[in-house]
C-alpha cells in the first residue's frame, strides 16, 4: 500500500500563476494520501530528475516559450516509460521553439489546452481523480473516499472564480503535504486547521 502520491509539474516561470494555482489544489484535494509535489526549479537548481522518473503523476505545462529544463524532464520522463499529462496554454503568443515543442510532444500525447485557471484547475482535478480512482486498491482508498474526490472534482469543475496568484502565495514551489490520518508526526506535534 502506498501511503503518498509522488506529482511532478513541468512548468517554466512564465507560468507562475499556474504553478500557484495547482500547488493550492492538491493542497485541498479531501484524501488521505500524503502528496509529495516536485516542481521545474526556477533558480539554476538541478531538476529532481529520479522524481520525474519515478512520478505517479507528471504534469507538463507549456506556456509561450520551451524553456530549460522542461525539455531535459520530458525526456527523462520518457525513458523512463512515462507518459506525462500536457497542457497547453491557449492565450498569447508561442515562440518558434514552443511551437516546435508542442509539436513533437503532440506526436506523443494529446495536449488538453486551457486559456483559465479555471479550466487548469478542472482538468488537473479530472487527471487527479482519474488516477486515484484507478489506483484505488494501491492507495487502500475506501469507496467513500473515492466518492469524496469525484465530489471534490465535481466542485472544482462548478466553481467559477480561482484566487489570483497575488492573494495567497506559497503554493507554487515543491514541497510534501501529509493527512493526519494516515501520518504521525515522529518529532513535534500536529496543528489543527
Same mark, same amino acid.
Request: net charge neutral.
Given at each position: 500500500?502506498? !501511503? ?9 516561470? !512564465? ?8 500547488? %493550492?489544489?492538491?493542497? %485541498?484535494?479531501?484524501?488521505? $494520501? ?6 521545474? #526549479?526556477?533558480? !539554476?537548481?538541478? #531538476?529532481?530528475?529520479? *522524481? ?8 507538463? $505545462? ?6 530549460? #529544463? ?9 525513458? *523512463? ?8 496554454? %491557449? /492565450?498569447?503568443?508561442?515562440? %518558434? ?7 513533437? $510532444? ?12 479555471? /479550466? ?6 479530472? &487527471? $487527479? ?26 466542485? &472544482?469543475? *462548478? *466553481?467559477?472564480?480561482?484566487?489570483? /496568484?497575488? !492573494? ?26
Amino acid at each position: 500500500m502506498a !501511503d503518498r502520491i509522488l506529482i511532478y509539474i513541468s512548468a517554466a516561470a !512564465d507560468l507562475l500563476a499556474e504553478r500557484e494555482a495547482l500547488g %493550492q489544489l492538491i493542497s %485541498q484535494m479531501p484524501t488521505s $494520501l500524503g502528496w509529495r509535489v516536485e516542481q521545474t #526549479p526556477l533558480d !539554476d537548481r538541478e #531538476p529532481n530528475l529520479d *522524481a520525474v522518473a519515478t512520478a505517479d503523476i507528471h504534469l507538463l $505545462l507549456l506556456g509561450s516559450d520551451v524553456r530549460a #529544463p522542461v525539455g531535459l524532464e520530458w525526456r527523462v520522463a520518457r525513458r *523512463a516509460g512515462r507518459s506525462p499529462s500536457l497542457f497547453l496554454k %491557449q /492565450e498569447g503568443l508561442r515562440t %518558434q521553439a514552443g511551437d516546435a515543442f508542442a509539436r513533437e $510532444l503532440a506526436r506523443h500525447s494529446e495536449w488538453r489546452r486551457f486559456k483559465t485557471l479555471h /479550466e487548469l484547475r478542472r482538468q488537473v482535478a479530472e &487527471v $487527479l481523480v482519474s488516477h486515484m480512482a484507478g489506483s484505488a486498491e494501491r492507495y487502500a482508498l475506501l469507496p467513500e473516499e473515492i466518492e469524496r474526490l469525484r465530489a471534490w472534482r465535481r466542485a &472544482v469543475a *462548478a *466553481a467559477k472564480v480561482v484566487a489570483a /496568484e497575488s !492573494d495567497s502565495g506559497g503554493a507554487g514551489a515543491s514541497g510534501v503535504i501529509l493527512s493526519a490520518e494516515r501520518f504521525t508526526p515522529s518529532q513535534g506535534r500536529l496543528i489543527g486547521s
